[in-house]
């Protein structure tokens, strides 16, 4: 029986082009499976549904991925004669075609473990078992999803090459069969709600299905064979296909994509590609200009886009985003888009020395919230050492040189739409900018990236550090054509030139400032320099120095332990014994909030003030609108606590994190305020990305296949829309949509939804006063409807009555008068919403010798009489708060929430 009578054969499941395939991939084939007898080998059952038998000429070829293109004739091996599979055939009578991977021969008893596994379906003959064996192609050698750790894969081994990343050619076959993605609509959307539920729930490959078997039981509508395989081959088809690029293991120069084996042109090593890939020198690559025209088409983002000269501004001339950046106005024109993006380390697991270097990237134009949603991926390295960034950033950089010239082409609503797409901005750790920008951080004078100050090297404890103490004279900046001259210098002569040693990839992006382009982080630097000064303060290690408060550390922490934020702080305190395990945002809230309330009277004034100088540089530049004077008056701020640390806490203190701090002013000028290019959002998406590993094996495989599966997603919705009921259309938006979704509102007036249940009741003749005394006209003896919670724009207030008040505390708000009213509740008189309660008192008590806006201090009590204040006079919440500052007196504090758009998620 030779392969084309097979695959007519009724009973089996793949084509004659299926026999081929394995045969091309596994050369061995031939040899073991020609001692094996053919009547051996079982009947196949098909799979319902999913593929039908084809001819040669009605398969399509143009579908095929790069890593699949049929080799030239000549390379081909001669075929064998295979006892009963096949006749012996030349390779030219037989076309390429991908194997659809959905079933397979057995594999005979007699073959040995590492030969090739064949899934197979046994014919139904003997009903008494209806055990099946329908493991998926991915799992064949390595599982990448749910691979349980055993003890030895939890010993890390140097001497071993890193297990990631595994035998991919599984992923290969995927991509190859996306295409042929044979499902109807109903069933498609099946799967749809399926990946879902997977992405929402950081669900396995396994579990995901388990779901589909259980669905399976529960309903004989699910008429296709649960598989895990159906899962990936959605993802495949519904997102841009990934490519797999090498790096020599000898000299670490970029070799590029390559299927069999390739000599580096650096150092003429042959390379194999497999044995490559198993020894980790290779990293996944998916294309930029495919997820931006993703993005728009699919989630219909187009249309929401920032025009930034048609925007509306709170004041001209001010700095309210990225676009009043001077060199967004400078790269940026009316046709073109902008990106910035993000290369950082991440530790996958904490059993393996393996770490992650994602590059990330967002779109400038979309709105801040929308920003921070659609992170995107652009490549993934893993390996116990850093990549190389100059050969790891290659295809990255020759994509967004082709980006800027030619943009991308796509249609949407009818219309041709034609985009140069900017990349703007590179935002990453400053340690990682200078390697990447190719400065010697070991040269004697030069350290910092943005201006020729000099670094001293002084002596620490037991070791050496570099201090960065300001002297009188003041150093210019750096600039991209003094940086681009020093390189070239450096690279002929093998001298490091101003701490500069040779040049970097970026230089080659058009228009790229190697200088300014790559902006420092406000994140980390100052996540830096808040550990530093609290440990200052509150480590034993420095007990009996005049800034050490270590002997009132309980009564610090009691105090940091009795506030309660509002809803609009992702985190509420936690003790400061636990400082090690702060994440950015509570460093961030313990800075700009917490620290100057909770440090009044325990740390020395002179202190205290010094401290302040950063708050208020920080709380200056955070405002929704800085005019330029205020980022000048916020740089001398900044400037002043960097020059004033030797005094205070000596030379050794002023560290390179503090001297980045010098550079905002600067920073704002070029980019607008720091929240608009901040690593913020970045590092979330990277807390997601662990959450999405769920192996020790494969690890840049599960990266990038969640990054596919966020992109599939969408357009698997965009796809089947038409085709879905309201029932599924409701469970798809409750999966995917992460904020929290509040109960339905028992009424609504205007533009204030209440929630929660009425109370009914009569005005007390004092409250009909307080009412009427407020210029409202109430209604003797009628009934009205009371309530401690609602919502404005988007934003919850609470009475101090509502039971969760201890939780999150959004009952203190600034009205449009300046004053600052506590809520005790809410009422519905004539048709407007009013609130009752008492405004708070001013207290004149400074904290320190610096004046903060953001901070107001109020008397403990609140003023007797009762009064009524229409909602629609809201202008913000406070975060508010009250602590004992001595034994005489204790302050109520109301804060302005500076960072909200730092932590809009």
Not at 229 to 257: D, M, N, Q
Request: aromatic share 10%; proline share 5%; with cysteine.
């Amino acid at each position: 029986m030779n392969c084309q009578q097979i695959a007519a054969h009724p009973d089996v499941h793949y084509t004659w082009e299926t026999v081929r395939y394995w045969i091309r991939r596994r050369k061995q084939v031939c040899d073991v499976l020609s001692d094996s007898p053919s009547q051996d080998l079982p009947v196949l059952k098909p799979l319902d549904g999913l593929c039908e038998p084809q001819q040669p000429q009605d398969l399509p070829f143009d579908g095929l991925c790069e890593s699949q293109q049929p080799q030239q004739p000549e390379d081909l091996p001669l075929l064998e004669t295979l006892d009963g599979l096949c006749e012996p055939q030349q390779p030219q009578d037989l076309p390429f075609v991908p194997f659809d991977g959905l079933c397979e021969p057995q594999q005979p008893q007699d073959l040995p473990q590492d030969s090739l596994q064949w899934e197979f379906h046994q014919r139904d003959a003997c009903e008494a078992s209806d055990d099946s064996y329908n493991e998926d192609i991915f799992d064949e050698e390595f599982h990448f999803d749910e691979q349980q750790e055993t003890q030895d894969s939890s010993i890390a081994d140097d001497s071993l090459p890193p297990e990631d990343p595994g035998d991919s050619s599984d992923d290969e076959c995927v991509l190859a069969i996306a295409p042929d993605f044979h499902l109807s609509v109903s069933e498609k959307i099946k799967v749809l709600l399926l990946l879902a539920a997977k992405f929402r729930h950081k669900l396995t490959y396994a579990a995901a299905e388990c779901l589909m078997r259980l669905a399976g039981v529960w309903s004989k509508d699910f008429s296709f064979a649960p598989s895990k395989h159906i899962l990936k081959s959605a993802i495949s088809f519904y997102s841009p296909s990934l490519s797999e690029h090498h790096i020599c293991p000898s000299c670490s120069h970029y070799v590029g994509k390559f299927f069999e084996s390739i000599e580096c042109s650096n150092c003429f090593t042959e390379i194999d590609a497999k044995l490559n890939k198993r020894r980790g020198n290779v990293f996944l690559y998916i294309s930029v200009a495919e997820q931006i025209k993703s993005l728009f088409i699919h989630s219909g983002l187009f249309e929401k886009l920032i025009k930034p000269r048609l925007r509306q501004k709170i004041k001209q001339g001010n700095y309210e985003d990225i676009f009043d950046g001077k060199l967004y106005k400078d790269r940026v024109g009316p046709d073109c888009i902008s990106f910035n993006f993000f290369v950082d380390g991440l530790q996958v697991r904490c059993t393996s020395k393996n770490s992650a270097h994602p590059v990330l990237f967002t779109l400038n134009e979309l709105p801040i919230h929308l920003r921070r949603k659609h992170v995107m991926m652009a490549s993934v390295w893993l390996g116990k050492k850093k990549p190389v960034m100059n050969e790891y950033l290659k295809p990255f950089v020759r994509e967004c040189i082709i980006l800027e010239r030619e943009g991308i082409s796509f249609k949407t609503n009818g219309v041709d739409i034609q985009l140069r797409v900017i990349p703007l901005l590179g935002v990453t750790l400053w340690l990682d900018l200078l390697s990447e920008m190719q400065l010697n951080l070991m040269v004697r004078d030069y350290g910092c990236g943005l201006c020729y100050h000099p670094a001293f090297r002084m002596i620490r404890g037991r070791g050496h550090c570099k201090s960065y103490s300001i002297s009188e004279r003041e150093f210019p900046p750096r600039t991209h054509e003094e940086t681009q001259e020093n390189a070239r210098i450096a690279e002929e002569s093998g001298t490091p030139q101003q701490g500069i040693k040779g040049h970097s990839i970026l230089t080659e992006i058009p228009g790229f400032d190697i200088i300014n382009c790559l902006d420092l982080d406000l994140f980390h630097a100052l996540v830096n320099c808040a550990k530093r000064f609290t440990n200052l303060w509150l480590s034993r290690k420095y007990s009996g120095r005049p800034f050490n408060v270590y002997g009132r550390f309980a009564e610090v922490d009691r105090r940091l332990l009795s506030i309660t934020p509002t809803d609009n702080v992702s985190r509420n305190p936690r003790s400061l014994l636990e400082r090690s395990d702060y994440r950015g945002h509570e460093w961030f809230s313990w800075v700009v909030f917490y620290s100057i309330p909770v440090l009044t009277k325990i740390l020395p004034n002179h202190f205290l003030s010094h401290w302040a100088l950063l708050v208020h540089g920080i709380v200056v530049l955070m405002q929704n609108s800085v005019s330029k004077s205020d980022a000048v008056y916020a740089g001398r701020f900044l400037r002043q606590f960097n020059s004033e640390i030797d005094r205070f806490y000596g030379a050794e203190h002023v560290t390179f994190s503090t001297h980045l701090l010098t550079h905002l002013e600067k920073s704002t000028y070029n980019f607008g305020q720091p929240w608009t290019h901040s690593a913020f959002v970045f590092e979330n998406f990277i807390g997601e990305i662990k959450a999405a590993i769920h192996g020790s094996n494969g690890i840049s495989h599960q990266i990038i296949k969640h990054m596919q599966l966020r992109i599939a997603l969408k357009a698997m919705e965009f796809d089947l829309d038409y085709a879905m009921s309201d029932d599924e259309r409701d469970f798809l938006k409750s999966v995917i949509c992460s904020s929290k979704v509040l109960a339905e509102p028992r009424l609504s007036v205007g533009d204030v939804s209440f929630l929660g249940d009425a109370k009914n009741i009569v005005l007390s003749p004092n409250l009909h006063q307080v009412v009427l005394r407020d210029g409202f006209q109430p209604v003797v003896g009628e009934e009205y409807f009371m309530f401690d919670r609602c919502i404005i724009n988007n934003e919850i207030y609470q009475s101090v009555n509502y039971s969760r008040v201890e939780k999150q505390n959004n009952s203190i708000v600034l009205l449009q008068s300046e004053q600052v009213f506590e809520i005790h509740s809410f009422i519905v008189i004539n048709n407007v919403a009013v609130a009752l309660g008492h405004y708070l008192v001013r207290n004149r008590t400074p904290l320190c010798n610096v004046s903060l806006p953001h901070i107001k201090v109020f008397n403990e009590k609140c003023e007797e009489n009762l009064r009524c204040v229409p909602v629609s006079k809201f202008d913000m919440k406070l975060l508010s708060f009250c602590l004992s500052i001595s034994q005489e007196q204790s302050l109520r504090f109301g804060l302005i929430n500076v960072l909200k758009m730092e932590m809009l998620q």
